[in-house]
Every structure is written in structure tokens, then in C-alpha cells.
Nanobody, 115 residues
Framework: QVQLVESGGGLVQAGGSLRLSCAAS????????IGWYRQAHGKERELVQQIMSGGRTNTADSVKGRVSIWRDGAKNTVSLQMNSLQPPDTGVYYCYAQVGGLDYWGKGTLVTVSS
């Protein structure tokens, strides 16, 4: 069992930045994948960015060049830095991890970008 707790969401103006953090209940470097998804109102959940155990990342085209992800083994956290935010980036951001073939999700944190 893996617990994931997100923090760092909030309201930001267009062009601004936010950093999201996800605290995990176990070693983030041992996870097959850990990263971030988001879900806008009325839309399906979509990948933002994730990092694999070996360090390779997958990033959605819509955010490439605006986001970066990293892990902190001492704190068991994964963080997402988001820059140049725009209103379409609004949504609930979920931390996700895959461990041993099982998927785990946090409860999400709301990001609202105002125009």
C-alpha cells in the first residue's frame, strides 16, 4: 500500500508559476513510475509529467518546456514546477505512482489559473 498526499495548489494569474509536491509513504526511487496527472472540469484525466525509476520522463505535449519534475529521496517527495501557467492549465492535479504493477493515486490538489 502506498499513500500519496499532494500540496501546493492554489490560485495563480496567467503567466505565473506554481510548485506542487507529493509526499509518498515509501521510497520514491523504488517506484516504477511517479508523477502527475490532471483533470479539468468535464474532461478526462490526462498525464502532465511522470518520472520513471531510471530517471526518464514522459511529458504531455501541452506542457513541454513549462514543467519540470524531480524526486527527493530524503523526503520521499516528487515535485512539479509549473511555469507560464495559462487558464487551460486549470484543474485538479493528482499525484500518481505505480509500484509492483499496482496504481496509486492521491486525492488531488486544485490549481486555478485566472486570466
Amino acid at each position: 500500500q502506498v499513500q500519496l498526499v499532494e500540496s501546493g495548489g492554489g490560485l495563480v494569474q496567467a503567466g505565473g508559476s506554481l510548485r506542487l509536491s507529493c509526499a509518498a509513504s515509501r521510497d520514491v526511487f523504488s517506484m516504477n513510475y511517479i508523477g502527475w496527472y490532471r483533470q479539468a472540469h468535464g474532461k478526462e484525466r490526462e498525464l502532465v509529467q511522470q518520472i520513471m525509476s531510471g530517471g526518464r520522463t514522459n511529458t504531455a505535449d501541452s506542457v513541454k518546456g513549462r514543467v519540470s519534475i524531480w524526486r527527493d529521496g530524503a523526503k520521499n517527495t516528487v515535485s512539479l514546477q509549473m511555469n507560464s501557467l495559462q487558464p487551460p492549465d486549470t484543474g485538479v492535479y493528482y499525484c500518481y505512482a505505480q509500484v509492483g504493477g499496482l496504481d496509486y493515486w492521491g486525492k488531488g490538489t486544485l490549481v486555478t489559473v485566472s486570466s
